[in-house]
């Protein structure tokens, strides 16, 4: 498509006590990207958010979706979007299937398409046999996904999720990475913010990260993790390895006789190195990454912003 999915030209919102939240940002995302947005509580993401969405009106700047002006013709900019907020906010005394099906009456979606497509996004996130259940009497994990299956009836090109799996286990989190990823695929636009940094490095193409309402980064996932010039991996050894052990060198540490933790530029070969020390007679039998690129990066970022 020739329109970006969303485009922000210098959106500022200050609000009525003076707090200035949003400085003026900038932000392109195209068709098909899946976008993490991403800033410590209080960083202006929701803000931001609570604007594209109408939910929050904005001081001055410009917004378009899909190349329709949100200013100008907002009724036809909101058949484009999806959201899910942070909070639950359906009503809790309604049954599951009923929501989905009242949600598309929302956006004009006929009865006759919108019970077949419930039934589909129900099934697809695991939520089809409590379909007449009341929400209030789902786990948190599942009415987080019911939020998503709201969220998709009205087949939206820009699904917009605020915190998704916020609370949920490990479990719903893993189907849910998997819907999403599959949604990605099929050309849905995703935003998402999260806490959990892991996420959005499995997930995203491309990211933002805004503090004190000011865009700091906004680059592919790919190139800002670049950024990171040392990683620390943990080699667990089949043999047992001396304290003292002389062959290591300097950027080793031994942990404990079959542990050794071994830093190294971002760009070197870990399979090479697993080689060296194999020919020298120390068989590494697994190792893990210790270091969390993308926390790691986002917390340099934002310390120095607070300097």
């Known amino acids: 498509m020739d329109s970006p999915a969303l485009a922000i030209e210098n959106l500022t919102k200050i609000y009525s006590n003076g707090h200035r939240a949003l400085h003026g940002i900038n932000l392109k995302i195209n068709h098909g990207d899946f976008f993490a947005l991403l800033g410590p509580n209080g960083a202006g993401k929701s803000t931001t958010i609570g604007i594209i969405t109408s939910l929050i009106k904005k001081t001055s700047g410009d917004i378009s979706i899909y190349g329709i002006d949100i200013d100008k013709n907002f009724v036809k900019a909101k058949t484009y979007i999806g959201l899910v907020p942070q909070e639950i906010n359906f009503n809790t005394f309604e049954p599951?299937?009923?929501i989905i099906?009242?949600?598309a009456g929302y956006y004009g979606v006929?009865?006759?398409i919108a019970i077949p497509e419930a039934e589909r996004l129900l099934k697809k996130l695991g939520l089809w046999q409590k379909k007449d259940q009341f929400s209030r009497k789902l786990s948190g994990g599942m009415q987080r996904r019911l939020m998503v299956a709201r969220a998709l009836i009205?087949?939206?090109?820009?699904?917009?999720?605020?915190?998704p799996t916020a609370g949920a286990d490990v479990e719903v989190r893993r189907l849910m990475w998997d819907y999403l990823k599959q949604l990605n695929e099929n050309g849905t636009t995703i935003i998402l913010t999260t806490h959990y940094l892991e996420e959005a490095e499995n997930l995203c193409k491309n990211i933002a990260i805004i503090d004190d309402g000011k865009i700091l980064e906004n680059s592919s996932m790919k190139d800002f993790l670049s950024q990171l010039k040392n990683e620390k991996f943990i080699l667990y050894t089949e043999s047992k390895i001396s304290k003292d052990e002389k062959i290591l060198g300097s950027n080793f540490n031994v942990i404990d006789d079959n542990t050794i933790e071994v830093s190294i530029s971002s760009d070197s070969d870990i399979n090479s190195l697993i080689q060296d020390l194999s020919e020298k007679g120390i068989k590494v039998k697994s190792l893990k990454n210790k270091t969390n690129r993308l926390e790691e990066l986002f917390m340099r970022l934002v310390e120095k912003n607070g300097k």
């Open 96 to 98: 599951i299937n009923e």
């Open 154 to 163: 009205h087949k939206p090109k820009l699904l917009i999720l605020d915190e």
């Open 110 to 112: 006929p009865r006759s």
């Open 101 to 103: 099906i009242n949600q």
